[in-house]
Nanobody
């Protein structure tokens, strides 16, 4: 069992930055690939980025490439999403998720555990 708690969301102006954190419980964090997803009002949950168990392999949606960076610290049971050059269309609830696999995935149904989400609002 893994429990995930996101933090770091908030209100920011367009062009600004935020760093989301995901704290994981349990001693097996390093055996889970991690992913970040987001869901805007009235829209489906969409993939943002994922990272392998080792942290060496990452992948991201085209919409965030060059602006967002996913990382993890297995010693601290933490995953992060650094978001730069934020745009109003990045406004959403952001969720971290854990997948019992070496590598992450862009598919929501392939993740085993989810956090409760953190709101990110980007004003124009």
């Amino acid at each position: 069992q893994v429990q995930l708690v996101e933090s770091g969301g908030g209100l920011v102006q367009a062009g600004g930055s935020l760093r989301l954190s995901c704290a994981a419980s349990g001693r097996t964090f390093s055996t889970y690939a991690m992913g970040w997803f987001r869901q805007a009002p009235g829209k489906e949950r969409e993939f943002v980025a994922c990272i392998s168990t080792s942290g060496r392999a990452t992948n991201g949606a085209d919409s965030i490439k060059g602006r967002f960076t996913i990382s993890r610290d297995n010693a601290k049971n933490m995953a992060y999403l650094q978001m730069n050059s934020l745009k109003p269309e990045d406004t959403a609830v952001y969720y971290c998720a854990a997948r019992s696999s070496l590598y992450g995935s862009s598919r929501t149904y392939e993740y085993d555990y989810w956090g409760q989400g953190t709101q990110v609002t980007v004003s124009s």
